[in-house]
């Protein structure tokens, strides 16, 4: 069964960082894409940011130029390095893979907080 466990979020004031990983476990295999959604009291789910295989990657508008999205296969975890944050940033981020045989399965986790405060 495969397992992703989310890592890093917690409180930050305004302009402050954080970085948070996630980390595959269990019977998972040939990892396609992986990405970063978030999602806000009261919003919807959205896209943060995603990157391929091949590392290539995209972002939403709103974070451009402020988080960086980098995968590490060997350990089949994909981290996202978040700097400048505001309070709008505020929600609980969830990791997603692809993966299996033509990238037929998708696991998310479980999510982690992140908080800033003005």
């Known amino acids: 069964q495969a397992q992703l466990v989310e890592s890093g979020g917690g409180l930050v004031q305004a302009g402050g960082s954080l970085r948070l990983s996630c980390a595959a476990s269990g019977s998972i295999y040939n990892i396609n894409d992986m990405g970063w959604y978030r999602q806000a009291p009261g919003k919807q789910r959205e896209l943060v940011a995603t990157?391929?295989?091949?590392?290539?990657?995209n972002y939403a508008e709103f974070v451009k130029g402020r988080f960086t999205i980098s995968r590490d296969n060997a350990l089949n975890t994909v981290y996202l390095q978040m700097n400048s944050l505001k309070p709008e940033d505020t929600a609980v981020y969830y990791c997603?893979?692809?993966?299996?045989?033509?990238?037929?399965?998708?696991?998310w986790g479980q999510g982690t907080l992140v908080t800033v405060s003005s």
């Open positions: 990157i391929t295989s091949g590392s290539s990657t």
């Open positions: 997603n893979m692809n993966w299996g045989f033509a990238g037929r399965f998708h696991t």
